[in-house]
């Protein structure tokens, strides 16, 4: 309960933990963050890490005069892109020998199943869309590279969503923190920002479970 706790107050709060790590370490924060970016999208193993908040709460430290707001967009592109492409090369190298095994602590089948759905629907489309869905952000590229995706088309793909999340996110952190409305609530922000973001996810599991009981 202490961790799940703790996890809660890391999301929710993540404004005040990156404000104490401005504080502890400075100039690192940059690398901070970029690494904490990288994992979330190129480790299958950290699907759990913030991302939308992350970006988010990023954007509003810069707007109090902590961090360069066009350095930091530049760095989070950067991991997003490199985390991916990481990502859909290990894939393409160990993923026939994961799907060999039902389950894992790891590689839940229904990670694999929800990111699945996406694909279905958008295809290759899925690796820009799935940067706006937590847990989906995290598996579509290494699915892209066990479904053997073409690289140059990933690629192309991959930048694209970097950018738009990135972006999207940290500028919108950046330009809006500074309202009085925002400043106040700034907990309940980042909690809608993690439900707006899980919805998409939840509905197609929803549809998904839906067609199979009318197929049954």
Known sequence: MDTLTHFVDLFLHIDKHLAVVMQSYGAWTYAILFLIVFCETGLVVTPFLPGDSLLFAAGALAAAGS???????????????????????????????????????????????????????????????????????????????????????????????????????????????EIELVKKNFSLVILAIIVVSLLPGVIEIIRARNTKSSAA
């Open 67 to 177: 961090l360069n707001v066009h350095l930091l967009a530049v760095l989070l592109i950067a991991a997003a892109v490199l985390g991916d492409a990481a990502n859909y090369h290990v894939g393409r190298f160990i993923g026939p020998k994961v799907f060999q095994k039902k389950d894992s602590r790891i590689f839940k089948q229904q990670y694999i199943e929800k990111t699945q759905h996406f694909y279905d629907k958008y295809g290759t489309k899925t690796i820009v869309l799935a940067r706006f869905v937590p847990i989906v952000r995290t598996f579509a590229p290494f699915l892209a590279g066990v479904g053997a995706m073409g690289y140059m088309k990933f690629a192309a793909y991959n930048i694209v969503g970097a950018v738009l999340w990135v972006a999207l996110f940290l500028y919108c952190g950046y330009m809006f923190s």
